[in-house]
């Protein structure tokens, strides 16, 4: 395995691409992970809907026995009690092989794009502990502050996160390479 330590640090325009690319990829699987877990939970939702309708079936099974025992209803209303309840029956039951079939490869990509994210952030992670100043603070505390992207271009001197206009020392800075962030959004800047 590569010893990270040996890596010769990478230079600041490098690193910020690098990490908005990496901002890119986490906010992307982080995305995926969220459809999935919605499948996932509609999934389950439609199993419990269906284990109900089977207790309803049962219930009224058993009520219907009881009813025909007590002569309240007829032998033909109970045999299409028998019926109606066999045919729900059958459906509900193809409906939980249907959920079984499309959980188990749902749970195999949920759990491999948990194992995506874990890495990508663990990457990420690593990319910011090499920005200068301040700065690895501040993508911190903007990932949990701040909507997706965290590190944004200034083109024609406005800052592509909240397309405010720059102070033009600001915006001179950015373009000499040094990094700064937005006074209004402040989001990380950066000069592509
Ligand atoms: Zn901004």
């Not at 600041?12 to 906010?27: F, G, M």
């Not at 028998?82 to 188990?104: F, I, K, M, P, W």
């Not at 874990?118 to 990932?143: C, D, M, Q, S, Y």
Request: some cysteine; aromatic content about 4%; charged content about 25%.
């Amino acid at each position: 395995m590569e010893n990270e330590s040996s890596k010769p640090p990478l230079e600041p325009a490098r690193l910020l691409r690098e990490l908005v690319r990496t901002d890119a990829e986490v906010e992307q699987l982080r995305q995926e992970l969220e459809v999935l877990r919605g499948c996932t939970e509609a999934g389950l939702r439609c199993v419990r809907a269906s284990q109900a309708v089977f207790q309803a079936l049962s219930s009224w099974r058993e009520s219907s026995s009881q009813a025909l025992a007590g002569r309240l209803i007829e032998a033909e209303s109970a045999e299409q009690v028998a019926r109606a309840t066999a045919v729900t029956e059958q459906r509900v039951s193809e409906l939980l092989d249907l959920y079984a079939e499309c959980a188990r490869p749902l749970q195999a990509a949920l759990e491999s794009q948990t194992s995506n994210l874990i890495a990508a952030e663990a990457r990420r992670n690593a990319l910011t502990k090499g920005l200068p100043g301040g700065l690895a603070t501040r993508h911190e505390v903007l990932r949990t502050t701040t909507k997706y992207p965290y590190i944004c271009q200034v083109i024609s001197r406005r800052c592509k996160g909240c397309n405010m206009l720059l102070p033009t020392a600001l915006a001179q800075t950015v373009a000499r390479g040094q990094t700064d962030s937005c006074p209004s959004c402040r989001r990380i800047l950066f000069v592509g």
